[in-house]
């Protein structure tokens, strides 16, 4: 697997991140172990986890995974900032939760420091000098090599990054939702990216599975998108505009032969100011298909016609 530098900071790692937050949940231990596996035979470094995901249960399972020499081949992204009480997701980005949320994964991670550390999201209850001042603590302690944030627009990343840099530390990263299905990152983040020198991590690059397939036909009860964690997103990917998206991305893979996920992976992955996407497969063979992304290089006219009709011009 090719690789890209975070940013611009000097860490190296692979142009695709492995996400967790089914482990746990949806993904068996066995399974988990098998997308690691696979993962890393493929070249891949960069895995990404939270506090919040799975109440735990994916950091928990990914230190058991990465106990031994494994573990300084694989730059692992945490996240800090959001949890769930009584069910309900809890958003809360005070410097004694952070630190409080930061020290329990790195017990659960079975490590001493996490490469890459996130504010999970803007918290309109906290100051952002506070959230900042535990993502300096958290990189001047070592518990955090690089710092970053995820879900921050173009000018709450570039207000966190004047707050990191006048103390001497800089916002490697912010990780956010970006697909064909969701551009609103190009509004401000991507010439954001471009002039302050942070990398962007997409998640959701296949639009909650939308892109890849899944939902042509509607919503089944038991899929991802149906569940109470993302029932908020149904309407917007899974409207009109959605479906004609789905279908142009449908006929340029079969023009390509290659899958629709694999087509939709490949376009997010190779935007300006993008270091690598975070996928989500539940199982090794899911992970295999959108490995093959690894050989693909999208030609310029798929490109254009691609960005024409993922345009929301309403």
């Given amino acids: 697997m090719l690789t890209r530098r975070l940013g611009a900071t000097g860490l190296t790692v692979s142009r695709l991140a492995l996400g967790t937050m089914a482990w746990g949940t949806r993904t068996s231990p066995e399974d988990a172990r098998d ?13 990404d986890t939270a506090h919040g995901y799975a109440g735990g249960a994916a950091e928990d ?21 959001i949890s769930r009480a009584s069910g309900e997701r809890v958003v809360d ?11 329990l994964s790195l017990r659960r991670l079975r490590t001493d420091h996490v490469d890459v550390w996130l504010a999970h999201t803007w918290d309109d209850d906290t100051p952002l000098e506070e959230t900042v001042g535990a993502l300096v603590h958290a990189w001047r302690s070592g ?5 970053g944030v995820s879900n ?4 709450q990343a570039a207000r966190a990054m004047s707050l990191l840099a006048a103390e001497g530390v800089p916002l490697a990263a912010n990780s956010v939702e970006y697909s064909l299905v969701e551009r609103r990152p190009e509004r401000e983040l991507v010439a954001a990216s471009a002039s302050l020198g942070f990398g962007l991590l997409p998640w959701s690059p296949l639009g909650r599975g939308v892109l890849a397939g899944r939902y042509r036909t509607g919503v089944p009860a038991d899929s ?26 449908r006929t340029a893979a079969d023009g390509l032969g ?27 063979a899911q992970l295999a298909v959108l490995l093959t992304s690894e050989e693909v290089e999208l030609p310029r006219q798929i490109i254009d016609a691609l960005d024409e009709v993922s345009l929301d011009h309403s």
């Fill in 61 to 81: 399972l990914l230190g058991d995974l990465l106990e031994g020499p494994d573990r300084g081949e694989v730059v692992i992204v945490t996240k800090s900032g």
């Fill in 93 to 103: 980005c005070s410097r004694r939760t952070m630190l409080a949320q930061l020290d």
């Fill in 224 to 249: 991802r998108l149906a569940s109470d964690e993302f029932a908020r997103f149904t309407g917007r990917h899974a409207g009109d505009h959605t479906k004609g998206v789905v279908e142009a991305v």
């Fill in 143 to 147: 518990r955090a090599r690089y710092v």
């Fill in 258 to 284: 290659v899958s629709p996920a694999v087509l939709a992976l490949t376009w997010v992955r190779d935007r300006p100011g993008v270091t690598a996407p975070i996928i989500g497969p539940r199982t090794a």
């Fill in 152 to 155: 921050h627009v173009g000018w």
């Fill in 35 to 47: 997308l690691l596996t696979a993962f890393r035979a493929a070249g891949g470094t960069l895995v």
